[in-house]
């Protein structure tokens, strides 16, 4: 997997070509991750990527408007005075717009082709509760079973709330515990409890995927993402 650091575009060589063919070349392993069903992480640094370059065309943009402008004509019919900036763009700072502006089109185009990939695993899978439903499930387990799989992979869950001066958002953090041979959850949520010596049933979902996927790259992230939005929506 090639990596792209976030400060690409404006770090090092400052040159159109060198630049775009470092984004092309990690663009094209992207592409080949998308085609094997493998999400991520790139699917993240994908939105990052897109955001640094808004950001930075947004601070950019603000700055130059805070410069000193000189007034250049007056329209005496309209009422209206036009000014220019008295400090233009340098050439440094004309080559980064130009990598900019051929390479925010290009990271839209994989972040709809990987949402599109997202949302068509996600119509895929089916997140049901098993059990007696806890009154507590800000933790618990997670089951999920891959495809046809005979057996279901199990991990612990615990959601989180991150503060930002925004807003707040909500996160998961999961472990892997182990497996079940059986695909059978009648009993499994007593199974936790008598391993775990637990007195009180704890929250169990299960998340079943139709078809087979990559369980690191797309499987999992995909499962705590629908679990928080469902738990959310339940609160």
């Known amino acids: 997997m090639i990596k792209l650091e976030y400060n ?6 400052i040159d159109f070509e060198y630049k775009k063919y470092l984004l092309l070349a990690y663009l094209k392993s992207v592409g080949k991750n998308f ?13 990052k990527h897109y955001n640094n370059l808004a950001e930075f065309l ?16 007056l ?13 233009q763009d340098d050439r440094l700072m004309d080559d980064i717009l130009k990598i900019v502006d ?18 068509w695993i996600e119509s895929r899978m089916l997140l049901r509760q098993v059990g007696i439903v806890s009154l507590q499930q800000q933790y618990g387990y997670m089951l999920i079973r891959n495809g046809d799989e ?14 930002s001066p925004e807003e707040n958002y909500r996160g998961i953090t999961t472990n892997y515990i182990t497996s079940l041979s059986s695909i059978n959850y009648h ?19 299960a998340i079943e995927s139709e078809l087979h996927f990559p369980v690191d790259e797309t ?8 679990l928080v939005r469902y738990l959310s929506a339940h609160e």
Not at 8 to 13: C, L, N, P, Q, Y
Not at 59 to 72: D, G, I, Q
Not at 150 to 163: A, D, H, W
């Open 8 to 13: 690409w575009f404006a770090d090092g060589i």
């Open 35 to 47: 085609i094997s069903n493998k999400l991520y992480p790139d699917l993240g640094d994908l939105v």
């Open 58 to 73: 947004k601070n950019k943009n603000a700055a130059s408007e805070s410069f000193p402008k000189e007034l250049k004509s």
């Open 75 to 87: 329209d005496f019919e309209n009422f209206i005075l036009n000014y220019q900036r008295t400090l």
């Open 102 to 119: 051929f390479s925010m089109p290009a990271f839209k185009k994989y972040l709809e082709e990987g949402r599109e990939i997202y949302d």
């Open 150 to 163: 005979n057996e279901s992979k199990v991990y612990t869950y615990s959601l989180t709330i991150f503060q």
């Open 187 to 205: 009993n499994v949520q007593t199974t936790i409890m008598k391993h775990h010596q637990l007195l009180v049933p704890p929250a169990v979902f």
């Open 219 to 226: 499987l999992l992230p995909i499962a705590k993402r629908t």
